[in-house]
């Protein structure tokens, strides 16, 4: 019943997402195809190496003319067969780069040379990825120094992992078992280093293991005790009467800017509002945030990201179960921003620095 198995390749790494089967079956179509022009195109040299020798010193060859019916063919054949690799590849990118709005979300960073993950519940792990089999997931991804580039051969995804801004990728795992991960972008010295495991559980095995894992705040509570520690309240209050523009309800909606120019409000918009404020100023306000540039690190920024969106309008299944942090909790970490440096979480320090 699995198609997988009608095309499982020795050579090929195992397909363990529901990418892998038909990529792979472009990729041997895409052999075939050039296997057979080449097998075409080389007995037709021969032939015609044979056919149209020289036979005989000062033989003056025979002038041919146009063949209408035979241009018009290698024309048209080819151009046919171009559009069809074309059209099937970009079905294929299509499916890869749109993502499900029920997926569960894991966010990603690369730093030199290591890869960690967040789940939902605030769960971490280090050049490792738990995925439960059969439910969709997409990373969220950003680095915090160069481009990397997260590649699941098993999966067949392969996504750059970009400083400043955020990469998606997404998939779902047809297959229990540990697979490689690996960084697909040289990024230094220890690029080659850079790699871990992704394992696929079942759904019960993915929960026990959840549980097993020392839970920390979930990214949207340690947002929002960012988001206090930082003073953001101060002006970003509930109903728009503070300094700065109301967070509620606002993650996924379009905002005026003082421009006149429209904006939507997703992770790359707060990521460069937090960052660079007067990028884009919201109608009505003025220009008075200070950047956060150099205080936050990448994982702060998204954890702050994610509790916008928790504040923001319900989205479909969203996977945080846990409830937010009252708001007066004591804040351990960071420290206020004239303090802040960008610092790994604890107990998380790199292999190398
Ligand atoms: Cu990270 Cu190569």
């Known amino acids: 019943m699995n198609p997988s198995l009608l095309i499982q390749i020795p050579f090929f790494p195992e397909q363990a997402s529901n990418f892998a089967f038909e990529i792979d079956?472009?990729?041997?179509?895409l052999c075939a195809?050039?296997?057979?022009?080449?097998?075409l195109i080389a007995a037709a040299a021969i032939y015609f190496?044979?056919?149209y020798r020289r036979r005989s010193q000062g033989e003056v060859p025979e002038q041919i003319e146009g063949h209408l019916k035979l241009e018009i063919a290698w024309t048209v054949i080819p151009f046919v067969i171009s559009m069809f690799i074309f059209a099937w590849g970009a079905k294929l990118y299509y499916q890869m780069y749109t993502h499900p709005e029920d997926a569960l979300e894991i966010f990603v960073t690369g730093k030199q040379w290591m890869w960690r993950a967040q789940h939902p519940d605030g769960q971490r792990e280090i050049n490792e990825l738990?995925?439960?089999l059969g439910r969709r997931v997409k990373l969220?991804?950003?680095?915090?120094?160069?481009?990397h580039a997260y590649y699941i051969p098993a999966f067949r995804t392969k996504?750059?992992?970009?400083?400043?801004r955020y990469t998606t990728s997404w998939f779902t795992p047809t297959k229990v078992g540990t697979y490689h991960l690996f960084c697909a972008e040289y990024c230094g010295t220890q690029h080659s280093g850079m790699i871990g495991k992704v394992t696929v559980m079942e759904y019960s095995d993915y929960q026990a293991w959840l549980r097993g894992v020392p839970r920390e705040k979930s990214p949207a509570e340690a947002g929002q005790q960012l988001f206090t520690s930082m003073a953001c309240n101060n002006c970003h209050l509930e109903n728009n009467t503070g300094r700065g523009p109301s967070l509620q309800n606002l993650f996924g909606t379009d905002v005026k800017l003082a421009n006149g120019a429209t904006v939507k409000v997703d992770e790359t918009y707060l990521r460069e509002s937090i960052l660079n404020p007067g990028a884009k100023v919201v109608a009505g306000y003025t220009n008075d945030m200070p950047t956060f540039q150099g205080l936050v690190t990448e994982e702060q920024v998204a954890m702050i990201i994610q509790y916008i969106k928790s504040i923001g309008?319900?989205?479909?299944?969203?996977?945080t179960t846990a409830p937010p942090a009252p708001a007066?909790?004591?804040v351990e970490r960071p420290a206020p921003p004239q303090a802040a440096k960008p610092a790994a979480p604890q107990g998380e320090q790199p292999k190398q620095d």
């Open 130 to 132: 738990h995925v439960p």
């Open 159 to 164: 996504t750059d992992v970009v400083p400043g």
């Open 33 to 39: 195809l050039t296997g057979f022009f080449t097998v």
């Open 25 to 29: 079956l472009f990729y041997l179509f």
């Open 328 to 330: 007066t909790q004591g």
């Open 49 to 51: 190496l044979i056919r």
């Open 313 to 319: 309008p319900k989205q479909g299944a969203a996977p």
């Open 140 to 147: 969220t991804m950003t680095s915090e120094d160069v481009i």
